[in-house]
């Protein structure tokens, strides 16, 4: 099994820019690695290798990157395992970021104080703990911490060297908080509140009715309703909708544009790419010459109207996979889908492997184990597609090659 | 005993006292508003047979046009948080959710609003307020001028075990943290 080290892969040229998406080993998790035409880095998400060592900082020490003067922005798009895997790695080891990135809410106290409560909230989530464990280490190195929000330029190395959140949206954000807070409140806490009250002046407390819109001021009463869900199993609806709040990029890169998905969904109205397409002026009507496809593919991650509008045709487009338990991602159909609407499209494993040889019965993995070390499962790899543009010559394209697991999709002629 | 007018619609539902209706038990009350959808007009002081929470001792009940919550249309919604509790009247911190607004400090006049369950109705007890364009379950093409007030049900969570080591951690990671703006 190759390991990133063992892997044949040059540095970049002086004026290279990059962009490269690196898939988890077993096809879990995945990180971006941005390289400006500065020579800076910039680092979203993070993944690991089999060895559990944090796959983009092998990556870059295997293509000569200091890591310790050289990568200068971190950024965690959201909170979920599949993308924080060995970020406490990368930020221990880059000394000279500037800044950490991630998508709060305004008020970050309670958003801390929700995060503190997570394995309370939601057993099921456990992996939001490792969170915590990121936010410790930012404190304990003081590294700073900027908050994303919608149309915020977070990482600037030139002026055509940039990168700006297309989401979440503060409105967004906020309604996140509420959702954790809404599972938490304690009577310490209401008592913190109330005590705030007490220093609002009574000036400052306005009517409910006088905060409804001119067309609802004739409906005074509220219709007061109990939730439903009163005398049933707690929902799981408010964590899950986590990857609504992932930070999708638009990234400038020498004058050439790319798009980051992340785990961004469609979602409802005023939520995920429908609120990119409807809210994000910074959008306008930039056209992506590579994308990392959003949410591993999923039919949840892909909006048309959004793809047929900001995706070019001669577009790149990059996907990681999903592979846990026996959840598979991304399906084949999603794939012949992007594959359509793009010229090339890339994947870090392949999704058929894990369906027909991944799930064997461990009897037969452990039998083949005592037979011969020769014979390795291929998805165990890292799986690397890398990008590289030379912004000195104005007619260079980008040059892609794949490392690992990772392949260039083509659609079997039937 | 309270008596209050309910505007649901455009139509105005009164009520008449002979018709008042005598909830059995809590679980009645309980199961009429939340499996039935009615709404549950009057309630008097706190009842002595449950001692735990407030419960409505006469009721009258009164069949609310079905709504559709989910497919509200044109509808501007916050998240609130109650901070207090009065006699007449709740404060609560809202924030919009679907618009970008500074969160504000509101009082909801209780003898507007309908019967809310007291388990649910509690300081720091978070909500979503809704107002807007509601389509009948009976007839989704009719839509139904409305305001919710929809509480979000809590699970209980181990206090003592949780409570005081998250809210150190928080307030350790706000001061330690350098925010940049």
């Known amino acids: 099994m190759a390991r990133i080290e063992d892997m044949v892969i040059d540095a970049p040229l002086d004026k290279d820019v990059e962009f490269t998406l690196l898939g988890g080993c077993n096809g879990y998790g995945e990180s971006i690695l941005i390289r400006f035409s500065t ?28 890591v310790t003067t050289d990568v200068v922005c971190v950024c965690c798009t959201h909170w979920h395992d599949d993308h924080m895997k060995g970020l406490c ?63 915020q330029t977070i990482c600037q190395v030139t002026p055509i060297n940039k990168c700006i959140a297309l989401s979440p949206s503060q409105a967004d954000l906020n309604q996140f908080l509420g959702e954790m807070l809404s599972e938490i409140v304690t009577e310490e806490r209401v008592e913190i509140q109330k005590k705030r009250l007490s220093e609002i002046p009574e000036s400052e407390i306005v009517d409910a009715e006088a905060v409804l819109p001119d067309e609802y001021i004739d409906i005074p009463e509220a219709q007061v309703e109990t939730e439903q869900l009163l005398n ?3 929902s799981k609806w408010r964590l899950a909708k986590i990857n609504e709040r992932s930070v999708a990029l638009l990234l400038e890169l020498g004058g050439h544009v790319v798009i980051l998905g992340s785990d961004l969904e469609k979602g409802n109205k005023g939520h995920g790419w429908q609120a990119v397409m409807e809210e994000s002026e910074c959008l306008g009507d930039s056209v992506a010459e590579a994308y990392k496809i959003a949410h591993h593919g999923s039919k949840n991650g892909y909006c048309e109207e959004f793809i047929k509008k900001h995706i070019s045709s001669e577009c790149i487009g990059k996907m990681s996979t999903w592979f846990l338990g026996d959840g598979v991602l991304p399906e084949d159909e999603m794939i012949d889908v992007y594959y ?14 894990k369906r027909k040889f991944y799930v064997p019965a461990p009897e037969l993995r452990k039998f083949i184990k005592e037979c011969t070390d020769d014979v390795v499962e291929l998805s165990n790899e890292v799986g690397i597609i890398q990008s590289r543009l030379d912004t000195s010559d ?21 | 005993m309270q008596s209050d007018t309910i505007h649901l619609t455009k139509e105005i539902v009164t009520f008449d006292e002979k018709e008042v209706v005598k909830p059995q038990s809590l679980d009645t009350a309980y199961g009429m508003y939340l499996e039935e959808r009615w709404s549950v007009q009057s309630f008097a002081e706190n009842s002595d047979e449950h001692s735990t929470c407030e419960v409505p001792k006469y009721a009258k009940a009164v069949s609310m046009p079905k709504i559709s919550s989910d497919r509200a249309r044109d509808f501007h919604q916050w998240i609130g948080r109650i901070i207090s509790i009065g006699e007449d009247d709740f404060v609560a911190k809202i924030e919009a959710v679907r618009f970008e607004s ?7 006049r209780k003898n507007k609003s309908i019967y809310v369950n007291p388990e649910l109705m509690e300081e720091g007890a978070t909500f979503y307020w809704t107002v807007g364009l509601f389509p009948l379950e009976s007839n989704p093409s009719t839509l139904v ?29 706000i001061e330690k943290i350098s925010w940049l703006e």
């Not at chain 1, 880095?41 to 200091?66: F, T």
């Not at chain 1, 958003?111 to 057993?123: N, R, S, V, W």
């Not at chain 2, 699970?155 to 928080?170: C, G, L, M, S, V």
């Open chain 1, 39 to 66: 020579g800076k880095w910039m680092v979203i998400d993070s993944c690991v290798d089999q060895q559990k060592r944090c796959a983009p900082l092998q990556y870059l020490r295997k293509i000569g990157v200091d």
């Open chain 1, 89 to 151: 790695q990368l930020l221990e080891e880059c000394s000279s970021m500037t800044k950490f990135c991630m998508a709060i809410p305004d008020d970050k106290e309670n958003f801390l104080y929700a995060f503190g409560h997570i394995d309370e909230i939601q057993k099921d989530q456990s992996h939001l703990k490792g969170a915590l464990d990121i936010l410790d280490l930012i404190a304990r190195k003081n590294i700073p911490v900027k908050r994303i929000i919608q149309d």
């Open chain 1, 232 to 234: 049933k199993k707690k």
């Open chain 1, 340 to 353: 359509d609407a793009m010229s090339q499209l890339y994947i870090t494993s392949n999704p058929a492997r």
């Open chain 1, 394 to 414: 104005p007619t260079a394209i980008w040059r892609t090659q794949c490392f690992g697991s990772a392949y260039r999709y083509e659609k079997e002629e039937t």
């Open chain 2, 102 to 108: 500074p969160s504000q400090i509101v009082r909801f």
């Open chain 2, 145 to 173: 001028r409305q305001s919710e007030i929809r509480f979000r049900f809590r699970t209980p969570i181990d206090i003592d075990r949780a409570q005081k080591e998250a809210y150190e951690r928080a307030q350790r990671l």
